[in-house]
């Protein structure tokens, strides 16, 4: 299928064709749209996961590396900065710098401004880790987009959801 082709029927669309054989009175349109964001999610974390993969990380830890390497130079940040970019736990976050930092890709060390706090930060090697899978990443995401939408779809979209989760994210 080329980016001018719709897809004549999906799966979502057998599941608002179900619903709307037993509740005609349901407006399924936010099911519609919201089953393809979550199917959609599903199916490119997986193609990233597959990119990240030759690089030794899955995509919690292209996570805590990414994060580090936009925060800009000198790619440091507190466990407690990372956590709440992350939205993870902290003790799903300690699990993965204990990884991370065991493989060389980051360090921690302590605060000089917080006698209780630690700063981690991205390694050398991580840093040249983190540039190569983002861009194996980013081919995944734009190969399935290009496939799809023309570029000023995919700007469209991306305008669209923007506003979708400005309205959504508390």
Do not use: C
């Amino acid at each position: 299928m080329d980016s001018t082709e719709t897809p004549a029927h999906d799966a979502v669309d057998a599941i608002t064709d179900q619903w709307a054989a037993v509740r005609p009175d349901l407006d399924t349109v936010p099911m519609a749209v919201f089953g393809r964001i979550y199917r959609l999610a599903a199916a490119m974390r997986g193609r990233v996961d597959k990119a990240y993969s030759p690089y030794g990380m899955a995509l919690g830890e292209f996570d805590v590396l990414a994060t580090l390497r936009r925060s800009g130079e000198p790619y440091t940040l507190s466990p407690r900065e990372l956590t709440a970019t992350l939205m993870i736990t902290t003790g799903g976050m300690t699990g993965r710098l204990d990884k991370l930092e065991k493989a060389g890709l980051l360090s921690r060390s302590p605060d000089p401004n917080d006698r209780r706090g630690l700063r981690v930060t991205l390694s050398e090697r991580g840093r040249e880790l983190v540039d190569q899978a983002v861009g194996a990443g980013l081919a995944q995401q734009r190969e399935a987009m290009e496939t799809a939408l023309t570029p000023e779809e995919a700007e469209q979209l991306a305008g669209l959801l923007r506003k979708l989760l400005a309205t959504t994210v508390v």
